[in-house]
């Protein structure tokens, strides 16, 4: 029967690299395979285990918490749309601009307050990638370092608060946890702000000195401009541009860390701040509501479809004894807890090359949490580390989606050899940073 699962497993995976849809590859293999070992093997599987599927799919759909992604999507659509990236980068690349790598420095801090405002990687991405990559490339900084500024950046939206990829991973461990494990988002969120601002602080740690080394790359704003700049009501720029998102970070995250708050009550008081916001701004109209909305449900619908095909997925794995047979193989192989994370922390990594995110959490992680329950591991640190590693999956190449958004916006000089061989630092970073939360794991608790 564990066989059997596994095949089912590595079935699946090999569909999805070779581009079949994730949805219904998930939903359709498993519903095909299970037919096929219930005719051949009546005694392993049989045809009443298909009247479960319905109440999972109920389950799933009426998942409460899960309601907080679509109101998270359509908040950072409608931010995107409400011109704050634009302004925020503008006053921050005065602010830093008369430093070597200032314009660098700024992206990387506007990159994280629209994590923490929005955190959809396409996006930030996309929207820094029109906004600052044409500047800096006409203020002479080398390709490399600002495609990979702007790439790692745009990523950022994966580990800060608040961010789908939490909500997802709290909710696939908690139902695919063994002996009642809970993982719920507010802890997730509260674990992962620390790693996610010092991750920040390395990626500019890492421009002050390669800008130190090799200051050609990321000349100075020329003081003439910034002075001419701050003529015309900089403070009152500065104030209106820190202000308003500061204003949704703390109405969404201090909600919710506060106890006032629920994250998917939270989600919603942020789906109407940024409307505020765009109001604010002057760009709202029913025009942009639409076409927020549409792009709201686009995304929600996928995202869901792929759900719906993960439990399918799960419900026969488990059926086939998978998690049993898996938990009996690490522990007949007399692997450390240490040594089996160590493990999956590859395999998530290298898996980030093909897939996406979002596979890979409806995929792995329900096959992995019961042997880290077995295991006895922490598993709001596992999930911690979960999400640090998928945000690599944005940045690896061939299939890093950060890489395609950037590309997509950039001016044709910049080829992708440039993009990818700017993203190696900072996928650098991460790993190193990966490796330190490995290491330390109270840095998780701070605000605990």
């Known amino acids: 029967m564990g066989a059997l699962a596994i095949l ?37 599987m049989r045809f009443a285990d298909f009247k479960l599927l319905p109440s999972r799919f109920m389950g799933t759909i009426n998942n409460y918490v899960l309601m907080a992604v679509p109101l998270f999507i359509f908040m950072g659509i409608m931010l995107e749309k409400s011109g704050l990236a634009e302004s925020l980068l503008e006053t921050m690349a005065i602010l830093f601009g008369k430093f070597h790598g200032g314009l660098a420095i700024s992206v990387v801090v506007v990159g994280a307050l629209l994590a923490a405002s929005t955190g959809i990687v396409g996006a930030t991405v996309v929207t820094m990638g029109l906004i600052s990559l044409p500047t800096m490339l006409k203020r002479g900084y080398k390709p490399e370092l600002a495609t990979g500024v702007i790439a790692s950046s745009g990523t950022l939206g994966q580990i800060i608060p608040p961010s789908v990829v939490l909500v997802l991973l ?61 003529l015309s009501g900089f403070v009152g720029k500065l104030i209106k541009a820190f202000v308003l998102p500061m204003f949704l970070i703390v109405a969404v995250l201090g909600s919710i860390f506060a106890g006032f708050a629920s994250p998917t009550e939270a989600a919603a008081v942020g789906a109407l701040g940024a409307i505020i916001l765009t109001v604010i701004q002057r760009k709202f109209s029913m025009s942009i509501l639409h076409e927020v909305m549409q792009e709201t449900m686009k995304l929600t619908a996928m995202v869901f479809f ?111 050899a440039q993009i990818y061989k700017g993203i190696i630092p900072f996928i650098i970073i991460q790993i190193l940073f990966l490796i330190t939360l490995i290491l330390f794991p109270n840095l998780l608790y701070v605000f605990k």
């Open 306 to 416: 792929i759900l719906l095909g993960a439990t399918t997925f799960t419900m026969v794995f488990r059926t086939l004894g998978g998690d049993d047979y898996l938990v009996s193989l690490i522990t007949s192989a007399n692997l450390s807890p240490m040594m089996f994370l160590a493990l999956v922390m590859v395999i998530l990594f290298v898996a980030g090359f093909f897939i996406d995110f979002i596979e890979i959490i409806f995929i792995i992680v329900p096959v992995v949490t019961p042997i880290f329950n077995v295991l006895e591991v922490d598993m709001l640190w596992v999930g911690i580390l979960m999400a640090m590693n998928l945000q690599t999956s944005f940045l690896t190449p061939p299939f890093g989606f950060s890489l395609f958004y950037l590309k997509g916006v950039a001016p044709p000089s910049i080829t992708t």
């Open 8 to 44: 089912l497993f590595v079935l699946v995976f090999i569909l999805i690299l070779r581009g079949y849809p994730v949805a219904f590859t998930l939903g359709g293999v498993s519903v095909l395979f299970c037919l096929v070992v219930c005719i051949l093997f009546p005694d392993v």
């Open 170 to 230: 709290a909710d696939t461990i908690s139902s695919s946890s063994r002996g009642g494990v809970q993982v719920d988002v507010g802890s997730m969120f509260q674990a992962a702000m620390l790693p996610g601002v010092l991750l920040v602080l390395a990626y500019i740690i890492y421009i002050v000195f390669i800008t130190k080394k090799h200051p050609e790359w990321a000349p100075p704003i020329p003081q003439d401009e910034i002075d001419a700049y701050k």
